[in-house]
């Protein structure tokens, strides 16, 4: 299944190298994240060094070489929300999930991401998660926001277990 | 849709949208906005299209769903029409009020109108609003005009007419003299006369030329791109079209930032219809004027901001600078003549062939013509998109647009430019918005980003932030920016971490004044320009850091120590499970004492503490 | 047929093939001007920031790295003021002490008129002088060893982190990387960095007439252009 995704991204493509990145940001949103066969078969198909086509997708933020959690949350650095206090939630969320920016929890539910300005800077700080904002948030709506998520996760996962 | 084949054709449709607008008597304008989506606009959206349905009023009524209206902090908002009554802050909830009061019965829902933060007082239109009465709206007022999905929203206002004389009676060069007389210059930062810089680009020989558009807007705390893009893109296509047949290119392209995607939809949308009625593609307008736009997605990168690095990632490449000494107006794009603009820029450019060079120029300084969007933000009343003509002081945008310090707090100084620029204190809020007047003091007017501060931040702070994103946002090719900034920002974070020296003060300048000249490229040569601005205006507290071992903001965290005030603790208990290093303890109801051995200064427990009871000394 | 201009580097003025860069100009004939990344035969990227002059236009003087000018003519360069030096040394010194463990920074760094590093020594072994990448590209258009990450993150990576069938076994990536010969006393390990400054008396005869070449060790310690170009690259 995963090499049908591929080609139709790829389809109609071949042999133009300055449809890497638009390539790269096809097979990102897929897939989550550049995996190393798609990196060759790009490399391949487009007719791009290999070596050229990893140096891409490790320059640009929005390329992930590996997969990320089931939910990503994303906390704003832009000036506007670090004057408003936007350590604070990097704080909370990293000893809250034991993880580093850009690590994924051991059982792959979160990660975190720092960004540079997601340009809504008039309602910092913000905190979002897989695209949906959160405004003038907190550590306590932040922590409120991860506790949620965890007791949704644990239940669908009892639910689905019918014996235990 | 038929296709537009002659500028007359455009005319009539014009006035045939604005005939069948003028129908409608009832109109609710609501933002659609990014910001207002953070805050819940379309569940409202929503709701109020359930209640117009339900209560058979949809065909009196004119919803019109609209970009970013710039008062981001107030919303969702609503603008009904005619009354020009303004809504804030509206919810699901308020819809049927909407509906059943206002709408049917012309009543005003008093709650739901802005209260002014100065005076106190409840406002009730939208041309009362003190924070929009301050500003010259001339780009941002289009915004509630035109629904960003919908080209006959624009055409109704008289969109594309600019283009059409353009194409049908002004020859390039006589464009051009016309935006070198208007004096304006470019607004994504470089401050570039646009006039010389499309003349350049037009005498440059070649068979292919191309205008791009520079939606990257990296700069932290800007979003003035953001919302004339979402909003209205069809304006700045249209001033892409008209530079295009200016310069004598075929092809554009508007390269919108990653983080984006509504702009990136509402950008592609846009092209989309344009290319159907013929205002885009093979003969526009019927006239031999050929030119066809593509919408393009960055990869995350600040440094795509720059020219040279936004051709090479156009091109497939990485986005790494290069030198610059053959200009990209000759050799840009693929190596042909390129001439890129930023957003704002090119959304000026209808205006100024419709109303004229002079009715431009007679707006602004001497050296700063027309109108500039600004991103007003951080520690004051008011925050959003304000549009102000060039020249009006800094002063008048804090205090009197920006309603002034928020939180009693006194405010402190004023970043403008983004990480390329600098931070002015308080003393120099009489400078105008001028490009001249702001490089001079050491800042710059930059994209537009103003992000206000009070006693609360720490300028050196302040400087270790911005080498940071800095730091982080650097292509690392050259030696200066690469080397350079790292070591800036050891220095400052060792005198953030108290084991700064006086000699590394002078060692900093110089190193900064290297890395100016030397860098490859504008990154790396504004880098420099938050500590230089920092150092000028603010040394004390550099020297405070480093001769007493105290940071005067109470931010450094080597510097600081948090505490509990015991008259004010009441024993609630917050603070202790608030805290993640586990560093508060006590009973309930008990003063609760934090350890300061493993307290780590994060911040959390105060921002939680109803009482104020924690303290920073 | 070779078109030539008419330039002025420092007072003198030379004839220079069109297309040709201001460094590579001023090495023909003569005139010192220190770099790194920049090898005869290889694209130049302007990376090291080294080679900088003063280009000198309607009075206004232009700091830009010589290796990607391209000479034009009536053009007047100056590559040796007092600002230049100035920061050429600054430069070196932001080399020397990312990098002491290489005799060819060292030399640069002596070359340029350091004489204190007032950084805190690290010991980098590779200072992302782009030599091995472009001539692993240039060359025998391998592709088997480029740039990989942003900024800080940036380094010299294989594709993939793997060993790839694409490396050819030329090894002009290890003759001409500036980090293959550590300093005459030997490696220095971390913690015991420091600036050599030995090669001073190799400088005697060009601190006399300072812009000149004088086929320093210096310059063969670092394989400058002018070292370079006998070795016949291509």
């Given at each position: 299944m995963k090499s049908l995704q591929l080609e139709s991204i790829l389809k109609g493509r071949s042999s133009q190298p300055h449809q890497l990145i638009e390539v790269l940001q096809d097979v990102q949103e897929n897939y989550g994240y550049i995996p190393e066969e798609a990196m060759r078969e790009i490399s391949k198909r487009l007719g791009v060094p290999l070596i050229e086509v990893y140096r891409v997708a490790s320059f640009y933020k929005a390329f992930k070489l590996?997969?990320?959690?089931?939910?990503?949350?994303?906390?704003?650095?832009?000036?506007?929300?670090?004057?408003?206090?936007?350590?604070?939630?990097?704080?909370?969320?990293?000893?809250?999930?034991?993880?580093?920016?850009?690590?994924?929890?051991?059982?792959?539910?979160?990660?975190?991401?720092?960004?540079?300005?997601?340009?809504?800077?008039?309602?910092?700080?913000?905190?979002?998660?897989?695209?949906?904002?959160?405004?003038?948030?907190?550590?306590?709506?932040?922590?409120?926001f991860i506790d949620s998520i965890r007791l949704k996760e644990r239940e669908e996962v009892q639910n689905a277990s019918p014996q235990h | 849709?038929?296709?537009?084949?002659?500028?007359?054709?455009?005319?009539?449709?014009?006035?045939?949208?604005?005939?069948?607008?003028?129908?409608?008597?009832?109109?609710?304008?609501?933002?659609?906005?990014?910001?207002?989506?953070?805050?819940?606009?379309?569940?409202?959206?929503?709701?109020?299209?359930?209640?117009?349905?339900?209560?058979?009023?949809?065909?009196?009524?004119?919803?019109?769903?609209?970009?970013?209206?710039?008062?981001?902090?107030?919303?969702?908002?609503?603008?009904?029409?005619?009354?020009?009554?303004?809504?804030?802050?509206?919810?699901?909830?308020?819809?049927?009020?909407?509906?059943?009061?206002?709408?049917?019965?012309?009543?005003?829902?008093?709650?739901?109108?802005?209260?002014?933060?100065?005076?106190?007082?409840?406002?009730?239109?939208?041309?009362?609003?003190?924070?929009?009465?301050?500003?010259?709206?001339?780009?941002?007022?289009?915004?509630?005009?035109?629904?960003?999905?919908?080209?006959?929203?624009?055409?109704?206002?008289?969109?594309?007419?600019?283009l059409a004389k353009a194409i049908d009676s002004l020859a390039p060069e006589e464009i051009i003299r016309s935006i070198k007389t208007s004096g304006l210059r470019g607004r994504g930062g470089g401050g570039f006369a646009t006039g010389r810089k499309w003349d350049e680009c037009r005498e440059a020989p070649s068979d292919e030329k191309y205008v791009i558009c520079n939606a990257d807007e990296g700069d932290p705390g800007a979003y003035m791109d953001r919302c004339l893009l979402e909003g209205n893109p069809y304006l700045v296509l249209e001033g892409m079209l008209i530079g295009a047949y200016a310069v004598g290119a075929t092809k554009g392209y508007i390269y919108v930032r990653n983080e984006y995607p509504l702009a990136v939809k509402h950008a592609r949308n846009a092209v989309q219809q344009a290319r159907k009625l013929g205002i885009l593609g093979e003969d526009i307008l019927g006239s031999s004027f050929s030119c066809d736009v593509e919408v393009a997605r960055g990869g995350g990168a600040f440094v795509c901001g720059e020219s040279t690095a936004l051709m090479a990632s156009l091109e497939g490449k990485v986005g790494e600078p290069r030198p610059k000494d053959v200009h990209t107006v000759v050799d840009g794009l693929w190596h042909k003549p390129t001439t890129l603009n930023n957003v704002e820029t090119w959304a000026n450019i209808p205006s100024i062939i419709l109303n004229g060079a002079n009715w431009f120029a007679s707006k602004g300084t001497k050296g700063s013509k027309g109108t500039k969007i600004l991103a007003l933000t951080g520690r004051i009343?008011?925050?959003?998109?304000?549009?102000?003509?060039?020249?009006?002081?800094?002063?008048?945008?804090?205090?009197?647009?920006?309603?002034?310090?928020?939180?009693?707090?006194?405010?402190?100084?004023?970043?403008?430019?983004?990480?390329?620029?600098?931070?002015?204190?308080?003393?120099?809020?009489?400078?105008p918005v001028d490009f001249d007047v702001l490089y001079e003091a050491g800042s710059m007017v930059g994209s537009g980003g103003m992000v206000v501060m009070d006693e609360s931040s720490c300028m050196v702070d302040v400087a270790k932030y911005f080498l940071t994103f800095l730091q982080d946002e650097s292509c690392g090719k050259c030696v200066p920016c690469r080397l350079g900034i790292d070591r800036m920002l050891e220095i400052v974070t060792d005198i953030t971490e108290g084991r700064g020296t006086l000699e590394q003060l002078d060692l900093l300048e110089e190193l900064a004044d290297t890395v100016t000249q030397t860098a490859l490229c504008g990154l790396g040569k504004t880098a420099a320009n938050p500590v230089l601005s920092t150092l000028r205006y603010f040394r004390d507290e550099y020297k405070a850091h480093?001769?007493?071992?105290?940071?005067?903001?109470?931010?450094?965290?080597?510097?600081?120590?948090?505490?509990?005030?015991?008259?004010?603790?009441?024993?609630?208990?917050?603070?202790?499970?608030?805290?993640?290093?586990?560093?508060?303890?006590?009973?309930?109801?008990?003063?609760?004492?934090?350890?300061?051995e493993l307290c780590q200064k994060c911040g959390i427990c105060m921002s939680e503490c109803k009482f104020e009871a924690i303290q920073v000394s | 047929m070779l078109h030539y201009v008419t330039i002025n580097i420092d007072g003198a003025d030379i004839k220079a093939p069109k297309g040709s860069s201001v460094l590579e100009v001023a090495i023909e004939y003569?005139?010192?001007?220190?770099?790194?990344?920049?090898?005869?035969?290889?694209?130049?990227?302007?990376?090291?920031?080294l080679c900088i002059v003063e280009n000198v236009t309607n009075g206004r003087a232009a700091v830009t790295t010589s290796c990607t000018l391209k000479v034009q003519e009536g053009m007047t360069i100056r590559s040796n003021t007092d600002r230049i030096k100035r920061l050429r040394h600054n430069i070196a010194e932001l080399l020397v002490a990312q990098a002491p463990n290489s005799r060819a920074i060292q030399d640069i760094a002596v070359r340029c008129g350091v004489k204190k590093v007032r950084y805190p020594f690290r010991n980098d072994n590779c200072v992302l002088c782009g030599r091995c990448v472009r001539a692993c590209a240039e060359l025998w258009h391998a592709n088997a060893l480029g740039f990989v990450g942003r900024g800080k993150e940036r380094h010299v990576e294989r594709p993939l982190?793997?060993?790839?069938?694409?490396?050819?076994?030329?090894?002009?990536?290890?003759?001409?990387?500036?980090?293959?010969?550590?300093?005459?006393?030997?490696?220095?390990?971390?913690?015991?960095?420091?600036?050599?400054?030995?090669c001073e008396s190799q400088l005697m005869i060009t601190e006399e007439v300072p812009d000149s070449c004088a086929w320093c060790r210096l310059g063969e310690g670092f394989n400058c252009g002018r070292y370079a170009g006998l070795k016949a690259v291509r």
């Open positions: 590996k997969p990320s959690g089931k939910y990503v949350v994303t906390i704003c650095n832009g000036t506007a929300c670090h004057v408003r206090g936007a350590n604070l939630l990097l704080d909370q969320a990293v000893s809250q999930l034991g993880i580093n920016p850009g690590e994924v929890t051991d059982d792959g539910l979160f990660s975190i991401e720092h960004v540079n300005c997601l340009g809504a800077c008039a309602l910092g700080p913000i905190a979002s998660e897989n695209g949906n904002l959160g405004h003038h948030m907190t550590p306590a709506k932040l922590r409120k | 849709m038929p296709r537009l084949n002659t500028k007359e054709d455009l005319e009539i449709m014009g006035k045939q949208l604005l005939f069948d607008r003028g129908k409608v008597n009832k109109t609710l304008i609501i933002c659609g906005g990014t910001g207002c989506k953070a805050s819940r606009s379309q569940e409202v959206i929503d709701a109020i299209n359930q209640e117009l349905l339900m209560q058979e009023m949809d065909s009196e009524v004119h919803l019109r769903v609209t970009g970013c209206h710039g008062f981001c902090e107030q919303g969702p908002i609503a603008v009904i029409e005619p009354g020009n009554i303004f809504y804030c802050h509206i919810t699901a909830d308020d819809a049927r009020d909407i509906v059943t009061k206002t709408l049917k019965n012309g009543e005003v829902i008093d709650r739901l109108l802005y209260t002014d933060p100065v005076s106190g007082k409840k406002i009730r239109t939208e041309s009362e609003i003190p924070f929009y009465q301050a500003q010259d709206r001339q780009l941002l007022f289009q915004n509630r005009e035109v629904n960003p999905r919908s080209i006959e929203d624009y055409i109704a206002i008289g969109g594309f007419s600019a009343k008011n925050t959003g998109l304000v549009e102000v003509a060039m020249g009006t002081t800094i002063r008048h945008i804090v205090f009197d647009i920006g309603g002034g310090a928020t939180n009693g707090k006194a405010i402190k100084a004023v970043q403008t430019g983004g990480p390329s620029g600098g931070c002015l204190p308080i003393d120099k809020f009489d400078l480093i001769t007493d071992n105290k940071c005067p903001a109470g931010v450094c965290k080597a510097l600081i120590e948090y505490s509990i005030d015991p008259e004010k603790c009441t024993g609630c208990g917050t603070c202790k499970r608030a805290c993640i290093h586990s560093a508060i303890s006590g009973e309930k109801k008990e003063v609760h004492v934090i350890n300061t | 003569g005139i010192c001007i220190p770099h790194l990344c920049h090898v005869p035969g290889l694209s130049d990227i302007g990376a090291c920031r982190n793997m060993r790839e069938e694409f490396c050819k076994g030329c090894d002009y990536c290890i003759q001409l990387c500036p980090m293959t010969i550590t300093p005459c006393d030997g490696p220095m390990k971390t913690g015991e960095e420091y600036l050599c400054g030995k």
